[in-house]
């Protein structure tokens, strides 16, 4: 049953950071190759979508790396567990200090009331958003180094 929490959480993880990596390398240069409004809005769509399942998916990932840690305490590789789980805590933190304030600004925004900084905001976020998914992917790591 171990084993299998073990796959369970580092595929989901995985899976998470891969979400993750195509926004930032994918899906937003894409979005910020089209016309300022379509653009614009695809964000806005984006950011109610993936604003809505992200949190379960962060947290989740977050209570089955530390299930993993208590489970496997005595496990070769816990060291790697606990400090995932930190990496992973880390990035709720910063999604919920820095990325989800300008994601819900985003998410209601259209082209008659966006702001004048709106590219600016964005801008930022993608910022933001490289660090969080490079946290992510160290966590996703030593996660992976673990099962071994």
């Not at 984006?46 to 399942?53: E, H, I, S």
């Not at 305490?73 to 709720?92: D, F, M, N, R």
């Amino acid at each position: 049953m171990f084993h299998a929490l073990e796959v369970v959480t580092t595929v989901i993880v995985g899976v998470m950071v891969g979400v993750e990596f195509s926004v930032a390398f994918v899906i937003n240069p894409i979005l910020n190759a089209l016309p300022e409004d379509s653009g614009q809005l695809g964000h806005a769509h984006g950011g109610r979508m993936l604003g809505a399942v992200m949190p379960v998916w962060y947290i989740g990932s977050l209570i089955l790396v530390a299930v993993w840690a208590i489970a496997g305490w005595h496990h070769h590789g816990t060291g790697l567990v606990i400090t995932a789980g930190a990496l992973l805590a880390l990035s709720v933190i910063m999604s919920l200090l820095l990325l989800v304030p300008i994601n819900n600004r985003n998410k209601t925004w259209t082209p008659d009331n966006r702001p004048a900084d709106w590219k600016e905001q964005m801008n930022r976020w993608d910022r933001y958003h490289y660090v969080r998914v490079a946290v992510i992917i160290a966590a996703f790591t030593l996660l992976v180094a673990a099962l071994t």
